[in-house]
């Protein structure tokens, strides 16, 4: 309790006695200092600082220099670095400054609780300078008069404290002001000097921890001049045409120093200077010629100077000035070479006489024209002709031989010597060997082995191959004693050139030896694209075009072929670039591929598209290993089928179909001899069920037998004729066989085919009648019977004779127009031929009535079967007449219809119910 | 050795000399050019001769032939230095009557000065 009342009793009194000093001075008066104040240190070196205390701060708060605490920056310096050197003074001592900062401060530790601050100091920590090194000066020069002096050094390490440097000299005499740097610390400049006198320079650095000097610098301000460049400097033509003349002014007074000088120049456009040489522009002067220029040149100029004995700077470059030389004659002649288009004509030559225009420094003026000769070297006798031309190629059209051209270059000087071409009959001489091409520094170089001949030049060719353009020749000269140059020209990368070498000799040339190469090669700009040209089983074939000269890029090396299926690895295969064909074998059958193909250049290969194929599920050959047995196996069952039927027929017959009474065999003829001899009436009609006519017969009745017919025994057939008017029908000359088929197609027709032919033999004649479906046309008709049946014939015969001469004239004529027209139309109708002759026979024809029964099963069915009205009709007629055992068809005689009762009873050939062979 | 230090001594004299000789000329062209300036802007007339100015000593270009090179250099040397006297006492008299525009004048004259100077060091 007692120490707190005491520590409040020290705080008030502390108070009290600041603001009493405030009042007092108006100062606060600290309860000590340190010494030293605001010391500047050296980096390193050791330290101690001294912090005294007031007496009266002893009186009032019991403060003893045992209490103080020093601090650097708020942190506590460790107490062993303390010293108390009496009960008022501390001390503190830093071995080493680098640990020191700022603020160092004073404090006290008030009743060992409260930290009070006493004094505070700011610790400067720096370096002292170091000696200026590298001191150098240099007198520029800045007018005639003027000659101001700069020196530089170098002024050491930073010293982290304010450092001053002064520049100073001196005669041994006189002394001059310092010169003090402005913003820098390294150089200054004295405006002006003296020379002839030795000058001493040296450099003075200084900080608060001390002072150097720079070793002194003893010099002659003359012997460290850069000097002001000559300046109107001029250039003049000289009399020749390869000198200039330059004059100039020198900006330094020759009582000052002498001058030597530097000329250098260059052609316009050029980059590379060349030099007059030194020895010759060593001494004072203020013009120069200078000698060994081109002519007909632009040249730029460009002077300097320094002092003549060498000591000291050169002057900067003057300003720059061009000259043109004058015009001279042409140095040499123009590079020549020919093309020889010897295609138009066996006899004479295309020459495209091609020459390279000068350089300017071989040309040495303007070239007004070209002046070429070309001397037939075969016949002397000849003139030469000479061509004047202003461009740089001639075209002439020359008989085949030996040739010398010469080219002149004019211009205003004179000419140039003649450069000479010789142009061979043939290229007989040796060629160069060993063709070879290397792309270097951007550039295409060619080399070759030469001949073993002496070779007086060469000339290389080469042009851009491109299937977008035409191969442009371009060509140079080269001399006849190397053996490889580089292409001039603007050679592009990633471009095919064809290059061709030609040896020149002094009597003859070489032929061309020829090499394609690449100044840079890139991958292909595109793949091949694959297509597969045969699919097998287990193998492909692939092929694909090459890729063109522009899409290739540089030199195919190789293809590689990558295939797959969906969800197998890629399988690559590499093929030699010179195919365009590959079989893949090995491959899966009845699976979908995919197959690309990448070429390659040097620079790597680029993919085409994607294809895909499928392989077949099976392979040659075996799809006919399969069928070709199994046909076989066919046939041969289907063989013995016909073998067994064929063993078996008479069982198969007599199962099938009843034995048909033959109706050849009949003797209707001879119990029934009132009727007509010849009749068609095939009783085989009524053996049949109906519907199932096979054959037809014909009722021919013959103008005289139409007599032995009573009106009323024709009249049931006028009327079915007329009632089947629609119905169109025809007769053929001879039942069994239409008028468009083969009787062999009839045969094999159908069963009720195979029944005709069985009984064919036994049908006379027949008519066959084709009654269109309902209203529809007929498709086939019958004029006439294919049959050849010997029987019916000398039946026939036999009938016509008996029937009288007319009626067998008209029947044969009958006949004959119809096979007439048989062989001559047979696309026309039977019906028709027919009824061509219709009317000329109409009124013979009266009562005439023809039964006309199809022997077609659709016929069947259409008479049979379908039962349209008119065949009712024809039923119903039919079933009137059957009484009598026979079915008739009348022919339709218009005008002489007959009635039913008045057809004559005759027995006629009935159409058979089924089921029976009705009795006659 | 004392013979090389007899060899250096020649050679500084004679560098010496001919330095002296170099400044002497470089003197006489810059006061060639100087003296057209200073007559046009001092106003006087530039047919008035300056050789002969009195109380001002010669050089000893009059008796050339009479002295010997010894005599000469000497006379010369007293000649500049009475020159170098006269020249500052001059420049600090006009210092004040060139203006801005005549400062290269100024530095013109200074540099002689200096260079008279320094040929009396020499």
Not at chain 1, 377 to 386: A, F
Not at chain 1, 699 to 721: H, M, N, R
Not at chain 1, 834 to 858: C, M, R, W, Y
């Amino acid at each position: 309790m007692f120490s707190g009342w005491n520590w409040v009793a020290h705080c008030l009194y502390l108070l009290l006695n600041i603001c009493s000093l405030e009042v007092s001075g108006g100062l606060v008066q600290s309860c000590g200092h340190i010494i030293p104040e605001s010391p500047v240190l050296a980096l390193g070196s050791n330290f101690t600082a001294l912090c005294i205390l007031n007496e009266s701060c002893l009186d009032f708060g019991n403060i003893y220099a045992n209490q103080i605490i020093w601090k650097i920056k708020n942190k506590v310096v460790p107490k062993e670095q303390y010293r108390e050197i009496n009960r008022t003074v501390s001390s503190v001592t830093f071995n080493d400054t680098s640990s020191l900062a700022t603020p160092l401060t004073c404090n006290i530790l008030a009743d060992g609780q409260i930290e009070q601050n006493i004094y505070g100091i700011t610790v400067t920590v720096g370096l002292p300078p170091e000696k200026p090194k590298n001191l150098s000066c240099i007198v520029r020069q800045v007018s005639k008069l003027t000659y101001p002096m700069t020196c530089t050094w170098n002024p050491g390490r930073h010293t982290f404290l304010d450092t001053h440097f002064r520049l100073k000299y001196r005669w041994p005499q006189e002394n001059f002001p310092d010169c003090i740097p402005k913003d820098v610390n390294n150089s200054c400049t004295i405006a002006d000097v003296q020379f002839f006198v030795n000058l001493e320079v040296w450099v003075e650095a200084a900080n608060a921890l001390g002072k150097a000097e720079s070793d002194p610098l003893v010099i002659d301000p003359i012997e460290i001049v850069k000097p002001l460049s000559p300046h109107n400097l001029s250039v003049n033509s000289g009399i020749l045409p390869t000198v200039l003349k330059l004059s100039w002014e020198n900006r330094i007074s020759i009582a000052v120093m002498k001058l030597k000088f530097n000329i250098r120049y260059r052609i316009v456009g050029d980059t590379n200077w060349m030099q007059v040489p030194p020895e010759d522009t060593a001494s004072p002067r203020t013009s120069f010629s200078v000698q060994g220029l081109r002519p007909y040149t632009e040249y730029v100029f460009s002077i300097r100077c320094m002092k003549e004995d060498g000591v000291g700077y050169w002057s900067d470059w003057s300003e720059e000035k061009t000259g043109v030389t004058t015009e001279d004659k042409p140095s040499k002649g123009p590079a020549i070479w020919r093309i020889i288009d010897a295609s138009r004509s066996p006899a004479s030559w295309t020459v495209h006489l091609m020459w390279k225009a000068l350089e300017p420094f071989e040309a040495s003026g303007v070239i007004l024209q070209y002046e070429v000769t070309v001397r037939a070297k075969s016949s002397l006798s000849s003139p030469p002709e000479k061509y004047n031309v202003s461009t740089t190629n001639l075209t002439l059209k020359l008989p085949n031989g030996t040739y010398e051209v010469t080219v002149i270059a004019h211009n205003r000087v004179g000419a140039s010597p003649p450069s000479v071409l010789l142009i061979p009959a043939s290229n007989t001489k040796a060629p160069v060997k060993n063709v070879r091409t290397l792309p270097k520094d951007g550039k295409l170089w060619v080399g070759w082995t030469a001949p073993n001949s002496y070779v007086l030049k060469y000339v290389i060719e080469w042009c851009l191959v491109s299937n977008s353009s035409d191969c442009t020749i371009e060509w140079q000269n080269e001399p006849g004693n190397i053996q490889g140059t580089y292409l001039k020209g603007d050679i592009k990368p990633f471009k095919c050139y064809l290059i061709t070498v030609y040896p020149l000799y002094a009597d003859g040339q070489g032929s061309g030896q020829s090499v394609k190469a690449y100044l840079q090669q890139d991958r292909p700009s595109k793949g091949p694209t694959v297509q597969t040209k045969k699919v097998g089983k287990a193998e492909a074939v692939l092929t694909w075009n090459h890729l063109t000269v522009d899409e290739q890029n540089g030199f195919i090396r190789s293809y590689t072929i990558f295939y797959k299926t969906i969800d197998g690895n890629e399988t690559a295969v590499t093929v030699d670039p010179s195919k365009t064909e590959y079989t893949l074998s090995s491959l899966t059958s009845d699976t979908l591929y995919t197959v690309r193909m990448m070429a390659y250049t040097d620079e790597g290969g680029r993919s085409g598209p994607d294809f895909t194929f499928t392989t077949q599920k099976f392979g040659k050959g075996e799809i006919e290993a399969i069928v070709v047995p199994v046909c076989l196996a066919f046939l041969l069952i289907v063989l013995l089928g016909v073998l067994f039927c064929f063993n078996k027929r008479d069982l198969i017959k007599k199962h099938i179909w009843p034995i048909v009474p033959d109706p050849s065999k009949s003797n209707i003829a001879q119990w029934s001899p009132q009727v007509p001899a010849k009749h068609n009436f095939s009783s085989k009609d009524q053996m049949y069920p109906e519907g199932s006519f096979t054959d037809v017969s014909v009722v021919e009745i013959e103008a005289d037998d139409k007599k032995s017919f009573s009106e009323q025994d024709l009249k049931p057939f006028d009327l079915l004729k007329k009632e089947k008017s629609t119905s169109e029908g025809h007769s053929s000359g001879i039942g069994g066989s239409s008028c468009m088929s083969s009787p062999r197609q009839s045969v094999s027709d159908s069963d009720e085919g195979e029944t005709t032919q069985n009984t064919s033999s036994t049908v006379q004649y027949s008519t066959v009648v084709l009654n269109g479906y309902r209203d529809q046309t007929p498709v086939q008709v019958f004029s006439r019977s294919e049959s050849t049946q010997p029987l019916l014939d000398s039946e026939e015969r036999s009938e016509d004779h008996a029937g009288g001469s007319d009626s067998t004239t008209q029947r044969q004529q009958y006949f004959k127009q119809n096979g007439g027209q048989d062989e001559t139309n047979t696309d026309r109708p039977c019906f028709e031929r027919t009824k061509q002759i219709t009317p000329a026979n109409e009124g013979d024809l009266v009562g005439f009535a023809q039964l006309q029964i199809s022997g077609q099963s659709s016929q069947l069915l259409g008479l049979g079967l379908e039962k349209n009205t008119q065949e009712a009709a024809l039923l119903d007629v039919l079933q009137q007449t059957s009484t009598e055992g026979q079915t008739v068809r009348p022919e339709t005689v218009e005008g002489n219809p007959l009635s039913v009762d008045e057809m004559p009873k005759s027995y006629l050939p009935q159409t058979v119910r089924q089921g029976g062979y009705m009795p006659q | 050795m004392a013979a090389a230090d007899s060899s250096s001594a020649a050679l500084r004299r004679r560098d010496l000399c001919s330095r002296g000789i170099r400044l002497a000329g470089k003197m006489r062209s810059d006061v060639v050019d100087l003296l057209d300036t200073y007559v046009e802007q001092q106003g006087l007339d530039a047919s008035a001769s300056v050789a002969v100015v009195e109380g001002v000593p010669v050089a000893a270009v009059e008796r050339w032939d009479e002295q010997t090179g010894t005599q000469r250099l000497l006379e010369n040397l007293a000649a500049y230095r009475a020159f170098r006297a006269l020249l500052a006492q001059m420049l600090e008299e006009q210092r004040e009557q060139l203006g801005e525009a005549d400062a290269a004048l100024g530095r013109a004259l200074a540099a002689v000065l200096l260079q008279v100077s320094a040929f009396t060091y020499h």
